[in-house]
């Protein structure tokens, strides 16, 4: 079974400030990783994801996340934030093929960051 | 085109009553997921549909939930005996599996369930 930790339930930072959202995660087996974005009543949408291969992801928006196996995480950043970037993140793990079982492409998510962006 | 489509949006219950929730996922998509998003719990996975395989149901928090998927296509969230705890938004999503894990989870926008 897969976990998945994010440290802050709550981001507030100033709009051009950079971010990062943290998502630490568990798992006995080899992993994809996942963020999803919710903005204010609408559904989730994925912002990137990472399978294999270069660690560092990039995704819409100007968000990008680097894996990091050793420590496993899976961050998530942004060099200069803007208003319309508010918003809750969702960091999210899946055991990766032929690894997961019956239960490949099952998604776990972590508890969600609220970012806030202030003018 | 189309995307995955819950219905209703909202339902208000009293204690007690069992309710039914929908979900018509994206034509093709072999899996098929339930969430439940409470505030300050983030997504909580419930059951999941993939293919003709059996489902994952190791996240259904009780007996009084059940789900099903007919035709491998709409698939039905029903909680019996309603209780205050369930009141959350309810999430279906779904998705085109393969090796290479290209498609990502489609989300629709949930039914907002309240207790009362």
């Known amino acids: 079974a897969q976990s998945v930790t994010q440290l802050d339930s709550q981001v507030p930072v100033f709009e051009e400030a950079p971010v990062e959202l943290r998502c630490n995660y568990s798992?006995?087996?080899?992993?994809?990783l996942f963020w999803y974005v919710q903005y204010p009543n609408q559904g989730l949408q994925l912002l990137l994801k990472y399978l294999s291969g270069s660690t560092l992801v990039k995704g819409i928006n100007g968000f990008e996340a680097e894996f990091n196996k050793s420590q496993t995480s899976f961050h998530l950043r942004k060099p200069s934030v803007h208003i319309s970037d508010t918003a809750e993140y969702f960091c999210a793990v899946s055991a990766s093929w032929g690894a997961g079982g019956t239960s490949y492409g099952k998604l776990t998510f972590g508890q969600g960051t609220i970012l806030t962006v202030h003018p | 085109g189309a995307g995955v489509s819950q219905s209703p949006s909202n339902k208000v219950t009293e204690k007690g009553k069992d309710v039914e929730l929908r979900c018509d996922p994206i034509?093709?998509?072999?899996?098929l997921y339930w969430y439940r998003q409470s505030l300050g719990q983030g997504l909580e996975f419930l059951i999941y549909?993939?293919?003709?395989?059996?489902?994952?149901k190791s996240g259904l928090p009780s007996d009084r939930f059940s789900a099903e998927r007919t035709g491998g296509s709409v698939s039905t969230l029903t909680i019996q005996r309603t209780q205050q705890e369930d009141s959350a938004v309810y999430l279906c999503?779904?998705?085109?599996?393969?090796?290479?894990?290209?498609?990502?989870?489609?989300f629709g926008n949930g039914t907002r369930l309240t207790v009362t």
């Open positions: 999503a779904s998705s085109s599996l393969g090796s290479s894990y290209n498609s990502p989870l489609h």
């Open positions: 549909f993939q293919g003709n395989s059996a489902p994952d």
């Open positions: 798992s006995s087996v080899s992993v994809y």
């Open positions: 034509s093709g998509h072999t899996a």
